[in-house]
């Protein structure tokens, strides 16, 4: 059985940065893709990037493009969020799921595991 165990939200300043980790276990990282989710305050969950069993990145969502780095290390079999340049917009809970895939889909239909959510908030 595949687990996801989130951590790292918090509150921070607008500018401020935060890393956001996901834990895995069950399956090790070379079998799964991992993604990052959002979900704001009376919004709809979106996609926010992705990283594939190969470890090949992706970034669905324009926004964070330059400003939010995914990442993994393969020994702890956890895969990290970096965000640096926060923005009041990027307040949201905040989620991994992943998939016995290798390759990386911006849809959240397509994932059969979740965590828990982790919040993270920006604001002064």
């Known amino acids: 059985q595949l687990q996801l165990v989130e951590s790292g939200g918090g509150l921070v300043q607008p500018g401020g940065s935060l890393r956001l980790s996901c834990a895995a276990s069950g399956f090790t990282l070379d079998y799964i893709s991992i993604s990052w989710f959002r979900q704001a305050p009376g919004k709809e969950r979106e996609g926010v990037s992705c990283i594939s069993s190969s470890g090949v990145r992706a970034y669905f969502a324009n926004s964070v493009k330059g400003r939010f780095t995914i990442s993994r290390d393969t020994a702890k079999n956890t895969v990290y969020l970096q965000m640096n340049n926060l923005e009041p917009e990027d307040t949201a809970l905040y989620y991994c799921?992943?998939?016995?895939?290798?390759?990386?889909?911006?849809?959240?239909?397509?994932?059969?595991?979740w965590g828990q959510g982790t919040q993270v908030t920006v604001s002064s």
């Open positions: 799921a992943a998939e016995t895939r290798p390759y990386c889909v911006d849809d959240e239909d397509e994932y059969h595991y």
